[in-house]
């Protein structure tokens, strides 16, 4: 479900966007991609075939009549198979070939011969950018299958300022994993709630947990990447929201509840992966608390249980929840499951330094409203976060 053991091609086109592809390049490498790079010759003006090469591992190909050890032609064998395509920078002159059909050079002969998606990043002056005939290439290659990033405004080496600019690779690469995905849940809405809620107790200081959001930020994220409307409703956490969803901050239970309740009726799932407090202090200080005394008791009272609630007002809705446990995993899963009318939840025991609050990766089991259950090895949370929406779509009937 990742980039792991994927072959992508990056096709890198004389600009001077073109030092971006190195940050693309290590970023694709980290993900554990097998990535070949076909270089245009004016983009070894900008950065040198030596650099791609150190990156990649692998050979770089800049000739259309380079030869493999196995003597098959490069750009042939590459396109028959690379898994994806990405083009960036993709200048004028390259979209303008692809878009027309033309094949007199390695990469657009390549481009030519390719079946696997392709994801093209223009960059380029504003005023080419916005050439009517640029336009036109580009909206052909819309039409034609291809996927095409908006580009960035900003400031261009050439002193434009406007549109045009390579977006950053972390977004290119988020993007390509999108081509890879398929799209099983256009037309859904997918309401998400992630992190930990804060309760204050005065006005510096709260009641929280450990979680860090990760979770429910990779379900998202995997969701918007299969298509889907995605609504996150966020306690605090130190991530960046992923890329178009629709990210709603909030801080405490109420806050979320609020947030949940008045965005339920525009959701197919919701998946509730946040820690929601249980309790807050029962009043909350004006002013902060000053130590005076060996012992301070709070008096708390209960917070609403958001899931409970959503379970009782669903109606169309596929309800997911999550259960953080200590010990008796099955056992209180399960009681939760039917306590609070779910039709899944995802439970995994914490504690574990590889698995639950603040990890990259996670050991879980799927307990279903039929009785059955599925147990996953350790997983990183990003391939958690499809294996669920696989089974949403399974148990949903789609």
């Known amino acids: 479900m990742t980039l792991k053991n994927k072959r992508i091609v990056l ?16 970023l694709l490498k980290k993900e554990g ?3 070949r790079v076909i270089m245009t010759k004016n983009a070894g003006y900008f950065v040198g075939p030596t650099t791609f090469e150190a990156l990649s591992e692998k050979p770089v190909c800049m000739d259309l009549f380079e030869k493999t050890d196995d003597a098959a032609i490069s750009h042939i064998k590459w396109a028959d198979e690379a898994d994806a395509v990405v083009v960036a920078p993709a200048t004028a002159n ?3 070939k692809m878009a027309n059909g033309l094949a007199d050079d390695a990469l657009s002969t390549f481009l030519l011969a390719v079946t696997t998606p392709v994801l093209v990043c223009p960059a380029m002056n504003t005023n080419m950018l916005l050439h009517p005939a640029t336009q036109r290439n580009l909206e052909t290659l819309r039409s034609d299958g291809f ?6 405004f900003g400031k261009m080496a050439c002193g434009t300022t406007g549109p045009g600019r390579l977006p950053d690779a972390e977004y290119i690469l988020d993007r390509l994993k999108a081509c890879l995905f398929s799209k099983d849940y256009e037309g859904k809405t997918v309401l998400v709630s992630a992190g930990p809620t804060r309760e204050f107790i005065d006005p510096v200081r709260f009641i929280s947990n450990p979680s860090s959001g990760k979770m429910g930020y990779a379900i998202a994220r995997a969701a918007e990447q299969r298509g889907a409307c995605v609504i996150l409703v966020t306690g605090p956490t130190a991530l960046e929201a992923p890329y178009h969803v629709e990210a709603l901050p909030v801080d405490s239970a109420r806050d979320m509840a609020k947030a949940v309740f008045e965005n339920m009726d525009r959701a197919d799932v919701i998946i509730k992966t946040a820690a929601v407090g249980d309790y807050r202090a029962k009043t909350q200080a004006d002013q902060k608390i000053k130590k005076q005394n060996e012992e301070l008791v709070l008096e708390l009272v209960q917070n609403q249980d958001i899931l409970k609630e959503l379970g009782a007002r669903k109606t169309r809705q596929f309800l997911v929840g999550f259960a953080a446990e200590t010990r008796d995993l099955a056992a209180n899963a399960g009681e939760k499951l039917k306590k609070k009318n779910l039709d899944i939840i995802v439970g995994n025991l914490v504690g574990s330094p590889d698995s639950g609050f603040q990890a990259d990766t996670n050991k879980v089991t799927l307990f279903f409203k039929d009785g059955s259950s599925e147990a ?4 990183g949370k990003d391939e958690v976060a499809h294996i669920l929406l696989d ?8």
Do not use: F, Q, W
């Open 11 to 26: 096709g890198v086109c004389g600009g001077i966007a073109a030092y971006k592809s190195i940050l693309l390049l290590r």
């Open 33 to 35: 991609a097998h990535v």
């Open 94 to 96: 390259m979209i303008a």
């Open 147 to 152: 996927e095409v990033l908006e580009t960035d």
């Open 376 to 379: 996953l090895p350790l997983l």
């Open 391 to 398: 089974r949403i779509l399974e148990k949903n009937g789609n």
